[in-house]
């Protein structure tokens, strides 16, 4: 039975009866893979995409927000009918109309859409942008896998050249310092070549698998018909066996591709930035060429991949804009967060500057007016709505990090006063009401 039975509510119940009955019947909760970001770990958010917002803005992109639902076929077309993403894990659905539509699985298919839908690209020759936002995927929910998760992604379009890749990674990595991650982390890095050299790459690979077909698993042997390149980073240990002495992408790049390649290794070298060559990321999305570059980490089990990315020259085109050069990036965000509590694991609490507590009669009225008043200061502070205690409130005083609580007593105030406690060294000095302002000024800074 599902978790919605019919009530039969009579009218004649109270409120109160009826809330009753209702918990009783049916236990809310969410969907399986989807989770809350609660109060608690929100400021961490904020602090990360705040951080990842501001470096952005220092290399000249510009946020961009997307719609969450795309037609299916935008995702079909860019990140490939043969990748995990689009094979089974899209949360497809029929619109009213009939026409098919996906939460997306990803950014870039959206940006990609929304430069070619806006004619971006007839605005500056280079258009750099970023998203933030909830993606979708129906896959097996685990630590650091869900199938609502956020990714921060930045794309760079207009140019070939490989110091936009230099950027695009430089600019990845100084928020991951930014953010004292990069202790926790490994950049690497491979290419994946061109339309020049990856085919018969392509042939290559296939030729030295096609004789041990029968030993791969059962995904492989279908990937080796549709997307060889995907064997190479299969997590079956029979597959991995067998791709070890598979021929490399790297040692068939052509010329420009090596080049482009050693331009990216050298302007890493010399921001001191270490890499790892590694071939065998091929990105489980098709649509990259040249560089593509993974940040991987061994604290989050087999969840290793913290952020993506990679060239992507002929994604612009293939969706119907003119021929446009790309470069970007995403991060998963629950990832980021689960390594950013490994470093900063307090501190990221939710406080208050100030706490108004209240005691004896007709001092919540003037309590009540102080809050109103230190907060259209820019101070942040709370007060008690019921009557408490004077302990209980300064607990809570303490419990929200105030820095001071401003004591309003029914004595003090019939002389004009105020009693002000400093949290941190319990001392306490009376002050007249019209210096509160002052305080207020105080903490304001
Ligand atoms: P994985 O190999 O872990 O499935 P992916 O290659 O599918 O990752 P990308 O499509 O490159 O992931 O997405 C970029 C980043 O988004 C990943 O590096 C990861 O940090 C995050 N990510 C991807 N899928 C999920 C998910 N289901 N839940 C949480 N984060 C995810
Ligand atoms: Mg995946």
């Excluded at 109160?16 to 049916?26: P, Y």
Aim: aromatic fraction near 10%; charge should be positive; hydrophobic fraction near 35%.
């Amino acid at each position: 039975m599902g978790i919605f039975q019919p009530l039969e509510l009579s009218t004649n119940l109270s409120p109160f009866n009826r809330c009753d009955r209702i918990q009783a019947v049916m236990k809310v909760r969410s969907i399986r893979g989807f989770k809350d970001i609660l109060p608690d770990s929100i400021k961490r958010w904020h602090y990360i995409e705040d951080s990842a917002g501001n470096i952005f803005e220092l290399y000249g992109f510009s946020e961009i927000r997307i719609p969450v639902v795309e037609f299916t076929d935008i995702f079909a077309r860019s990140i490939g009918t043969s990748t995990d993403i689009v094979e089974k894990e899209m949360y497809s659905f029929t619109d009213r109309d009939g026409s098919s539509i996906t939460l997306r699985p990803e950014g870039t298919a959206g940006v990609v859409r929304a430069y070619i839908e806006n004619s971006l690209y007839a605005k500056s020759t280079i258009s750099k942008l970023y998203y933030m936002g909830m993606m979708f995927r129906h896959e097996r929910p685990q630590k650091g896998r869900y199938r609502g998760f956020y990714q921060i992604g930045a794309e760079l379009f207009g140019t070939k050249d490989p110091y936009a890749d230099s950027e695009i990674i430089l600019m990845l990595w100084r928020f991951l310092e930014k953010i004292e991650v990069t202790s926790l982390i490994r950049l690497e890095l491979s290419s994946l070549g061109d339309e020049n050299c990856r085919p018969s790459y392509k042939q290559k690979l296939v030729k030295y698998l096609r004789p041990l077909k029968n030993e791969l698993c059962e995904n492989c042997q279908r990937r080796l018909e549709v997307n060889p390149l995907r064997i190479l980073d299969c997590k079956e240990k029979k597959c991995k066996e067998i791709s070890k002495d598979a021929p490399s992408m790297l040692d068939n790049l052509c010329d420009n591709c090596n080049k482009h390649l050693d331009h990216v290794k050298d302007s890493l070298e010399n921001f001191s930035i270490k890499y790892i060559l590694n071939p065998r990321i091929v990105r489980g999305l098709d649509y990259y060429t040249r560089t593509v570059f993974e940040i991987k980490t061994d604290e989050l089990g087999a969840q290793n991949a913290v952020a993506a990315g990679g060239r992507y020259d002929g994604l612009v085109e293939e969706l119907g804009g003119p021929p446009t050069p790309a470069v970007g990036f995403s991060i998963g965000m629950e990832r980021l967060v689960l390594l950013h509590e490994k470093i900063v694991p307090v501190g990221f609490q939710k406080g208050v500057d100030a706490f108004i507590a209240f005691i004896g009669k007709d001092t919540k009225k003037t309590a009540f007016q102080f809050a109103y008043d230190f907060r259209k200061q820019g101070i942040s502070v709370e007060m008690e709505y019921e009557n408490k205690s004077l302990k209980t409130q300064l607990k809570k005083a303490d419990k929200l990090g105030a820095k001071y609580a401003i004591i309003v007593g029914e004595e003090e105030l019939a002389r004009g006063k105020v009693k002000v406690r400093n949290m941190g060294s319990s001392s306490e000095e009376e002050i007249n009401i019209d210096k509160v302002k002052q305080l207020s000024i105080k903490l304001s800074n």
